[in-house]
């Protein structure tokens, strides 16, 4: 998985995070699309899943814990819109962690 040397984001757990879209929101939010990208952000650190099921499945399975938080890149044809992964259950589901 590669690791970003920026600093790590911060995520308020109050629900304040105001700026970026919730995947609750979604009535179908496309988790298994190829052009959905994940975006980890656990113990201080920022890293992106890789391409590879099992390891967006690990992802899922720590996001569901309460060990990370998951924001999604969903690109359109104009823009790309990040969401808050405030559902890793059923991210989970979809990948069958």
Do not use: H
């Amino acid at each position: 998985m590669p690791k970003s040397t920026a600093t790590a984001l911060e995520f308020p757990t109050d629900g304040s995070a105001s700026a970026l879209r919730r995947t609750s929101a979604e009535a179908d939010f496309p988790w298994l699309a190829k052009t959905v990208c994940y975006i980890e952000v656990r113990n201080g650190e920022v890293r992106q899943p890789g391409r590879y099921i099992a390891e967006l499945r690990e992802a899922a399975r720590r996001a569901v814990a309460g060990e990370s938080q998951l924001i999604a890149v969903w690109p359109g044809q104009w823009r790309s819109d990040a969401f808050l992964v405030d559902t890793p259950e059923l991210l989970a589901q979809a990948v069958k962690a």
